[in-house]
């Protein structure tokens, strides 16, 4: 369990877990800020307002936010261009949030309303068919309107992929149990065999 501190900071962060921080998701950001080994500036989503936030809760000086890390910008979401979609799912696997439907060689599309505007589904794209866009729906809201949902999102995605996870290994591993069971049950056999052979050619 995270640190009560480090809570509080990620309370703070926009949830967009898009990694530009430096760090794999927004919570590991937070426990880095409350150790003391990042500083409250390397959040381009969070922008000006989240280091604002930060400093105030921190009680330090507020600063720019660090160029290293990105820069400022409106809200945006993911747009695919589903003509020129070749249904790789790249960019489906990398989405921390699960906003991008589709099937293997399928057409893919991003839904609007849950995407949060991450950005790490554009490198993922082997065929360069997906932009951002401004979305005019989050442009005057504050740099966390949408993080409880995207934290939601975020929470539910890892779920779904530590219960496929474990689903695959108990089903490798029972298919190892009946490999085994197979060879052990084709050797006992093969002795067996054996065994009776040799006590009838002494007879």
């Not at 990620?10 to 426990?31: H, I, M, S, W």
Request: net charge neutral; proline share 6%; charged share 25%.
């Amino acid at each position: 369990m995270a640190p009560k501190l480090a809570v509080r900071i990620d309370a703070v962060l926009p949830q967009t877990q898009c990694t530009r921080c430096g760090y794999p998701a927004c919570l590991a950001y937070a426990e880095a800020i409350a150790a003391g080994e990042a500083d409250i500036n390397q959040c381009p989503p969070g922008g000006a307002q989240g280091v604002r936030e930060l400093a105030a809760m921190l009680g330090r000086e507020a600063k720019p936010l660090n160029p290293a890390n990105g820069v400022e910008k409106p809200a945006e979401i993911a747009v695919i261009d589903e003509d020129a979609c070749i249904g790789c799912t790249k960019c489906i696997q990398v989405c921390p949030v699960d906003a991008i439907v589709g099937a293997n060689k399928l057409m893919h599309t991003i839904l609007r309303d849950e995407c949060n505007g991450c950005e790490l589904c554009i490198p993922a794209c082997p065929v360069d068919c997906i932009a951002m866009i401004v979305d005019d729906m989050q442009r005057n809201a504050p740099h966390n309107a949408r993080a409880a949902h995207y934290r939601q999102r975020y929470e539910m995605r890892n779920a779904r992929l530590a219960r496929e996870r474990n689903e695959r290994d108990g089903a490798i591993a029972a298919r190892k149990a009946e490999v085994h069971t197979g060879t052990r049950s084709a050797v006992l056999e093969a002795i067996a065999r054996a065994k009776a052979k040799k006590e009838s050619s002494n007879r």
